[in-house]
């Protein structure tokens, strides 16, 4: 790689979430989450395991931030657990003290080793008592008891912390709100067809409330949600097909909350056009006006790309499948050997099949989505991958646990391709964060699909963590380039 060097001020971070890392579910007054309801009912989790314990973060996050920091990590993206401050989630229910100081201390534990803290605010974790009461996002109520919380977590830590998230990827909790309990596959699973586009409404609404409040209080720093990282590649280059087919898919899975919030402050056209009201309701004018201009930079998770195509049936055959009202979207997602017979990048563990490695579209999908949602920062918010076939390693043998090449490799190449598309592209990207600070409960995947760049032994009582081969490359490669 040529010598190029991260912009002033880089990013260069590890990624968590509460649920997947915390363990202590039922300590110091956490209320349970839709995670750990859904996590207990058998078959969800691949492996039957839940995350009561996982990596009892919540206890050893002292030792974590410093192993992070020998590393040279400048910064920790985690998620504060709405459980933890409000037990029973609504605004009108008691604060837990103990939940905010416990976060106050790992802020501050940041702090003092000079890691910048950014933090989440809903990585999918909805408290349980709002799932039974009213529906969780499903329900219009669940707007001010978010804002509420919002306020409480923004009060607490204005100040110490600069880089705010409202939500982790919306559109894949929404997506996945409605299928549960039919194939278990997600929390916390509202058993109604249009779950998904009342999720979404009432999580935008959600998020540009607390905007909304971030603004009004005065606090300081930054505020966006992350984005999930759907950007197609045209399967067939120069197809008007296909290309409209990525296009359909960039609507569907970025569109959905990127045009409201950052240009429009309206649904993406081709969401109205085969959505009816009873299914995704419209926005009034009064409800764009507060939506739109509601972040102050793009974050997105961009884990990998594939290729899009129109269905082989034609547009019009799915448009109007009314049988699939939830997923008119038409289009098809070609990323493995399984549906097209060629593969578009090395293939991760087969636990996360939607996962490749494909950096060589890291710089088009950038750009593309620069164009689209312009702003002046990006943060690749999140980005990481599983080795294959870790989980079942045998865990007597070290050195096999830590050791993982394509894992490296996928970070070297996604990492070479980020500082050409901030050279050579004029993309403003200011941070990178690795997807994951070690081992952690993958939601339906359980402590099998391993994502950390540090090995987490589950056998062991002390849980004790061990650098991966990949950790020790980040570690030289940023000290090359930062
Ligand atoms: C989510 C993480 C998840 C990771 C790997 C991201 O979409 O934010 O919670 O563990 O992907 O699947």
Same mark, same amino acid.
């Not at 003092?112 to 974790?125: A, C, E, R």
């Not at 603004?215 to 992350?226: H, L, N, Q, S, Y």
């Not at 930079?297 to 961009?302: E, L, R």
């Given at each position: ?25 039922? %300590? ?31 206890? *050893? ?8 920091? +020998? ?15 409000? /037990?029973?989630? +609504? ?12 976060? +106050? ?16 605010? =809903? ?85 540009? $409330? ?36 990525? %296009? ?9 909350? !990127? ?11 081709? *969401?109205?056009?085969? *959505?009816? /009201? ?8 009064? %409800? &764009? ?24 049936? $034609? ?30 990048? /090395? ?9 490749? !490695?494909?950096?060589? =579209? ?82 339906? &995947? ?32 940023? %000290?090359?380039?930062?």
């Amino acid at each position: 790689l040529p010598d190029l060097k991260y912009p002033e001020g880089f990013l260069f971070g590890v990624a968590s979430a509460a649920y997947q890392v915390e363990g202590a579910v039922m %300590e110091e007054g956490k209320g349970p989450s839709v995670w750990d309801w859904a996590s207990r009912q058998p078959g969800a989790v691949t492996d039957n395991t839940t995350a009561d314990v996982v990596d009892l973060h919540y206890f *050893l996050y002292k030792e974590d931030v410093a192993r992070i920091a +020998a590393l040279g990590v400048n910064s920790h993206s985690f998620s504060v657990s709405w459980a933890r401050i409000f /037990p029973f989630g +609504a605004a009108d229910s008691p604060v837990n003290q103990q939940g905010l100081d416990h976060y +106050a201390d790992v802020i501050e534990t940041h702090l003092k080793s000079n890691i910048t803290p950014v933090v989440t605010l =809903f990585h999918w974790d909805t408290p349980l008592a709002l799932a039974a009461y009213y529906g969780g996002f499903t329900s219009p109520q669940i707007v001010d008891d978010f804002v509420h919380y919002a306020k409480t977590v923004f009060t607490a830590y204005n100040g110490s912390v600069h880089t705010w998230y409202t939500f982790n990827e919306p559109q894949v909790y929404c997506a996945q709100v409605g299928s549960f309990p039919f194939n278990l596959s997600f929390a916390p699973g509202i058993n109604e067809q249009n779950a998904q586009f009342q999720c979404s409404y009432n999580l935008l609404k959600a998020h540009a $409330g607390a905007v909304k409040a971030f603004r009004e209080m005065g606090i300081t720093g930054e505020i966006a949600f992350k984005s999930a990282d759907y950007i197609g590649m045209p399967w067939r280059a120069n197809n008007t097909e296909d290309m409209e087919a990525v %296009e359909r898919n960039a609507a569907f899975n970025i569109g959905v909350f !990127a045009d409201p919030v950052y240009t429009t402050g309206d649904w993406p056209q081709i *969401l109205k056009d085969t *959505l009816p /009201p009873d299914v995704l309701p419209r926005l009034t004018e009064q %409800e &764009s006006k507060e939506i739109l201009g509601t972040a102050d930079f793009f974050a997105i998770d961009a884990y990998r790309t594939y290729w899009n195509a129109a269905p082989p049936e $034609g547009i019009d055959a799915c448009v109007n499948n009314t049988s699939d009202p939830l997923w008119p979207g038409c289009f098809l997602e070609l990323m493995n050997d399984f549906n097209t017979g060629w593969s578009s990048g /090395p293939a991760s563990d087969p636990l996360t099949p939607w996962l490749q !490695a494909t950096p060589q =579209f890291l710089r088009p999908s950038f750009k593309r989505l620069h164009e689209r949602w312009p702003t002046s920062k990006i943060y690749l918010s999140e980005f990481g991958f599983t080795q294959p076939f870790e989980g079942v390693r045998n865990p007597q043998v070290l050195f096999q646990l830590t050791e993982d090449p394509e894992r490296t490799n996928y970070y070297m190449t996604y990492l070479g391709e980020l500082l050409l598309s901030i050279h050579e592209d004029g993309i403003p990207v200011q941070g990178a964060f690795c997807w994951a600070i070690m081992d952690n409960a993958e939601w339906n &995947s359980g402590l099998s699909a391993r994502f950390g760049i540090q090995y987490v032994n589950y056998s062991s009582p002390t849980l004790e963590r061990s650098y991966k081969r990949s950790a020790f490359a980040l570690a030289d490669f940023f %000290e090359a380039h930062l």
